[in-house]
């Protein structure tokens, strides 16, 4: 009889631990199955999140642009407006100003803020005395000038310029009794975009917050920021600047 008892005590504790044993197998088996389904959908979260690529999008500017007029020409503090910033949105600008606007003193000369190469180069409504003028620079951005006067020598189209050479002079704007003109920056798609910090050496970006801080709208309320948008404006909802 003890014999049987005994027999049977051996034969509960064998399928004891075959069932832990079976158990231990099966949750190892579980945990590393879970593991490889997370590890897979991180996989599929990242590839997912990473942005697609914009064949038209150009890479990040470091071309370190000086202002196109000297910080003793600006207006200072402005008779009108001073500068105008980008992105802002008024009646004459409802998708967004697509640069900025500088207001100078007389006589003042705009200088090539980088090295460009003159591209297009027109007059608007035929009129000699203003002009538009369209640079290239090294990086594949470009400038846009639009309100110019009377242009520096030797200014056609295919010129190329050194950063600080002469580009053109402003043109009067009879209606402020200013001098004044508009620089933006154009991508590969040829959209007005945020001429943010990078595009500019720290100095002048510096320069440009400080007469930010003494330019007001027609209402004389002060502008907040020098990009009140970071979104491109596109070509076809530009108007005069």
Not at 11 to 16: D, T
Not at 35 to 53: E, L, M, R, V, Y
Not at 117 to 134: A, C, Q
Not at 157 to 177: F, M, R
Request: a neutral charge.
């Amino acid at each position: 009889m003890k014999k049987i008892i005994l027999l049977m005590v051996g034969i509960v504790v064998i399928a004891g631990l075959i069932a832990m044993l079976v158990h231990r197998t099966y949750q190892t088996a579980a945990q590393a199955t879970l593991q490889g389904t997370q590890s897979a959908s991180t996989k599929i979260i990242q590839t997912t999140a990473n942005p697609s690529t914009n064949p038209t999008a150009l890479p990040q500017s470091t071309l370190g642009l000086i202002l196109p007029i000297t910080f003793s020409q600006l207006t200072f503090p402005p008779k009108s407006f001073g500068i105008y910033p980008f992105g802002i949105i008024s009646s004459e600008h409802p998708e967004g100003h697509a640069g900025f606007n500088f207001e100078v003193s007389q006589s003042v000369q705009i200088i090539a803020p980088a090295d460009i190469i003159i591209t297009k180069l027109v007059s608007p409504s035929g009129r000699s005395d203003e002009h538009t003028i369209i640079a290239r620079l090294t990086d594949g951005h470009q400038l846009e000038f639009l309100r110019v006067g009377q242009l520096a020598a030797n200014i056609v189209v295919g010129t190329a310029l050194k950063q600080g050479e002469a580009l053109a002079w402003p043109a009067h704007n009879n209606s402020l009794n200013i001098d004044m003109f508009h620089m933006g920056i154009l991508d590969a798609a040829d959209n007005a975009i945020c001429p943010e910090k990078l595009f500019w050496q720290a100095i002048a970006w510096d320069q440009l917050n400080k007469m930010l801080t003494s330019s007001r709208d027609g209402h004389g309320k002060a502008y907040a920021q020098l990009c009140y948008t970071t979104q491109p404006i596109p070509r076809s909802k530009r108007l005069s600047e």
